[in-house]
């Protein structure tokens, strides 16, 4: 069954192609999928399904198979774009300025309207209901995946998997670990507000520059001194906002930044010990401080029991076994973790590096692509793991 479904995959290849393409060339933000979804949907009633819309109150697409009733499996894509100006130079290259699938989520699109093509031609195989998830708004917290599953999305469903293209990994590879694989995300908006002045009387003033100085210093001995060693977590400040002139010290500081951490525990005593540094040290110099903390996403929990039939899948379509990568967790977010929160679930990478191609750029650089030669892999894989009874 398995190297069919690769060469039934390989035989679409060229539909896959058009799908990517036209996605890839058509981006559209977070939220704003609206194009995007009805291709989608034109496209799997195309192949006689038919899709539910708006599920969630967003742009996402459900469309079901196979069996009624009995536990069922679903397979998550994610459609949105990203705001980046496109500079790969290629012929199917983003027609909306600004705008850029730069994370591979039309790949994702492409590669499960490609498996519900598959699907849709072996329906008699399917032992279990499957749903196909298409969400939206993955890149931008709070996410498409929260919505859809309050409407209902996982009900009666008893495994998701979901596929991300990875360029880090060579195009023919995949990649994926038991347990906690992609973390938590949490952003960060920090005021500091002092008093501001004069700049040649420092005297009269309280300056937030020096006092939000001291508590970017600050921030970085959480993850030295208040981390094991056996764990992890990044704190990082990326914007550091304030002042208009040379000779003003200004009213307030305004910092930005990220918080990311592998387990619950980790990300509460991290998000505490922030707080109390950036209270502490804007206090110390006579400012105050005020610290929110934006919705992110959880850390990504993959069930072994998942995993492992994930893997299986993958063999059985004669991927080998040195193709298949144990990798580290992730420093990167995905709100495919809610899905992994309330059913046992599996995220796994699918690599489409290639240096010949100059498929070599990280995912949300402006000239990132990838090898299209993973699209039928990752087709094959999910249609593999919906036909599987385990
Ligand atoms: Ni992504």
């Given at each position: 069954?398995?190297?069919?479904?690769l060469?039934d995959?390989?035989?679409?290849d060229?539909?896959?192609l058009h799908w990517?393409?036209h996605l890839?060339?058509?981006p559209?933000?977070?939220g704003?999928?609206?194009?995007?979804?009805?291709?989608v949907?034109?496209?799997?009633?195309?192949m006689?399904?038919?899709p539910?819309?708006?599920?969630?109150?967003m742009y996402?697409l459900?469309?079901?198979?196979?069996p009624a009733?009995?536990?069922?499996?679903?397979l998550r894509?994610?459609?949105?774009?990203?705001?980046?100006?496109?500079?790969?130079?290629l012929?199917?290259a983003?027609?909306?300025p600004?705008?850029?699938?730069?994370c591979?989520?039309?790949?994702h699109?492409a590669m499960?309207l490609?498996a519900?093509?598959?699907?849709s031609?072996?329906?008699g195989e399917l032992?279990?209901?499957?749903?196909l998830?298409?969400q939206?708004?993955?890149?931008q917290?709070p996410?498409?995946?929260?919505p859809?599953?309050?409407a209902g999305?996982l009900?009666?469903?008893?495994?998701v998997?979901g596929?991300?293209?990875?360029?880090?990994?060579?195009?023919g590879?995949?990649g994926?670990?038991?347990?906690?694989?992609?973390?938590?995300?949490?952003?960060?908006?920090?005021?500091?507000?002092?008093?501001?002045?004069?700049?040649a009387m420092?005297?009269?003033c309280?300056?937030?520059?020096?006092?939000?100085?001291?508590?970017?210093?600050?921030l970085?001995?959480?993850?030295?001194?208040?981390?094991?060693?056996?764990?992890?977590a990044?704190?990082?400040?990326?914007?550091f906002?304030?002042?208009?002139?040379?000779n003003?010290?200004?009213?307030?500081v305004?910092?930005?930044?990220t918080v990311r951490?592998?387990s619950?525990a980790t990300r509460?005593?991290?998000?505490r010990?922030?707080?109390?540094?950036?209270e502490?040290?804007?206090?110390a110099?006579g400012?105050?401080?005020?610290?929110?903390?934006?919705?992110g996403?959880?850390a990504l929990v993959?069930?072994?029991?998942a995993?492992?039939s994930?893997?299986?899948?993958?063999r059985?379509?004669?991927?080998?076994?040195?193709?298949?990568l144990q990798?580290?967790?992730q420093?990167?977010?995905?709100?495919?973790?809610?899905?992994?929160r309330r059913v046992?679930?599996?995220?796994?990478?699918l690599?489409?590096?290639n240096?010949?191609?100059?498929?070599?750029?990280?995912?949300?650089?402006?000239?990132?692509?990838?090898?299209?030669?993973?699209?039928?892999?990752g087709?094959?894989?999910?249609?593999a793991?919906?036909?599987?009874a385990a």
């Amino acid at each position: 069954m398995g190297s069919d479904l690769l060469a039934d995959a390989r035989a679409l290849d060229a539909t896959l192609l058009h799908w990517r393409r036209h996605l890839h060339a058509h981006p559209e933000l977070s939220g704003h999928e609206a194009n995007t979804a009805s291709y989608v949907a034109a496209a799997l009633r195309e192949m006689g399904l038919e899709p539910r819309a708006r599920v969630g109150g967003m742009y996402g697409l459900t469309v079901d198979l196979g069996p009624a009733g009995g536990p069922c499996v679903a397979l998550r894509a994610d459609m949105d774009a990203l705001p980046i100006q496109e500079q790969t130079g290629l012929p199917y290259a983003s027609r909306t300025p600004g705008v850029m699938h730069a994370c591979g989520h039309d790949a994702h699109t492409a590669m499960l309207l490609g498996a519900a093509r598959l699907l849709s031609a072996r329906r008699g195989e399917l032992a279990r209901p499957v749903r196909l998830i298409f969400q939206p708004a993955e890149e931008q917290p709070p996410g498409g995946a929260k919505p859809m599953i309050d409407a209902g999305v996982l009900d009666g469903v008893e495994r998701v998997y979901g596929l991300h293209i990875w360029s880090e990994m060579p195009v023919g590879t995949l990649g994926t670990r038991a347990g906690v694989f992609m973390a938590s995300t949490d952003e960060l908006d920090i005021v500091i507000r002092g008093r501001g002045g004069h700049a040649a009387m420092p005297q009269q003033c309280v300056d937030p520059i020096v006092a939000a100085s001291q508590v970017v210093v600050a921030l970085q001995s959480i993850t030295s001194r208040s981390i094991a060693m056996t764990d992890s977590a990044v704190v990082s400040i990326t914007q550091f906002n304030g002042g208009t002139a040379s000779n003003i010290i200004p009213e307030e500081v305004r910092l930005a930044g990220t918080v990311r951490t592998l387990s619950e525990a980790t990300r509460a005593a991290v998000l505490r010990r922030l707080r109390e540094i950036v209270e502490g040290v804007a206090r110390a110099h006579g400012a105050e401080a005020r610290v929110e903390v934006g919705a992110g996403y959880p850390a990504l929990v993959n069930d072994a029991a998942a995993v492992e039939s994930a893997l299986r899948a993958a063999r059985g379509l004669g991927i080998a076994s040195e193709s298949i990568l144990q990798l580290a967790a992730q420093g990167g977010g995905e709100d495919f973790a809610y899905y992994a929160r309330r059913v046992p679930s599996a995220f796994v990478f699918l690599g489409a590096r290639n240096e010949a191609k100059g498929c070599v750029f990280a995912h949300h650089h402006p000239r990132f692509n990838i090898d299209e030669d993973a699209l039928p892999l990752g087709a094959a894989l999910l249609a593999a793991l919906a036909l599987s009874a385990a």
